[in-house]
Nanobody, 125 residues
Framework: VQLQAYGGGLVQAGGSLRLSCAASGRTYGYVIGWFRQAPGKEREFVSAISWSGGRTNYADSVKDRFTISRDNAKNMVYLQMDSLKAEDTAVYYC????????????????????WGQGTLVTVSS
C-alpha cells in the first residue's frame, strides 16, 4: 500500500485549498482518513471516508468547512478545505485504516496503518 498526499501550499485566511491523496495497493474496502500535525502538537484526526463514500466523519474543528470525498475509479481521496483559518496550519497526512470495514469513527492514529508522506498547508492571517 502506498499513499501520497499533495496539494498543500500557502493560502490566506478565508481561502480554500483542495488536498489530494493518491492511493495504490490494497485499498478496496478500506476507510481512508486525513490527519494533521501542527508544529509542536500531536497528530490529530481531521476526517475519514468509507470505501463507498457513503459514510464520512469530521473533527469538530473542521466540520462545515472541510469536505472529504473519494473517486475509487482513480484511486483518489480528496479533502476540500474552505474558510481556512490560521489554526489549520499543519502538515496533512492521508492514511489507510487498519481494518477493511466502514467504520469512520476511528479517530486514533493507531487505527490506521499506512501513511502518506504529508503535505504542508500554511494559512496566513
Amino acid at each position: 500500500v502506498q499513499l501520497q498526499a499533495y496539494g498543500g501550499g500557502l493560502v490566506q485566511a478565508g481561502g480554500s485549498l483542495r488536498l489530494s491523496c493518491a492511493a495504490s495497493g490494497r485499498t478496496y474496502g478500506y476507510v481512508i482518513g486525513w490527519f494533521r500535525q501542527a508544529p509542536g502538537k500531536e497528530r490529530e484526526f481531521v476526517s475519514a471516508i468509507s470505501w463507498s463514500g457513503g459514510r464520512t466523519n469530521y473533527a469538530d474543528s473542521v466540520k462545515d468547512r472541510f469536505t472529504i470525498s473519494r473517486d475509487n475509479a482513480k484511486n483518489m481521496v480528496y479533502l476540500q478545505m474552505d474558510s481556512l483559518k490560521a489554526e489549520d496550519t499543519a502538515v496533512y497526512y492521508c492514511a489507510r485504516a487498519r481494518w477493511a470495514d466502514s467504520i469512520v469513527g476511528r479517530t486514533a492514529k493507531d487505527g490506521y496503518d499506512f501513511w502518506g508522506q504529508g503535505t504542508l498547508v500554511t494559512v496566513s492571517s
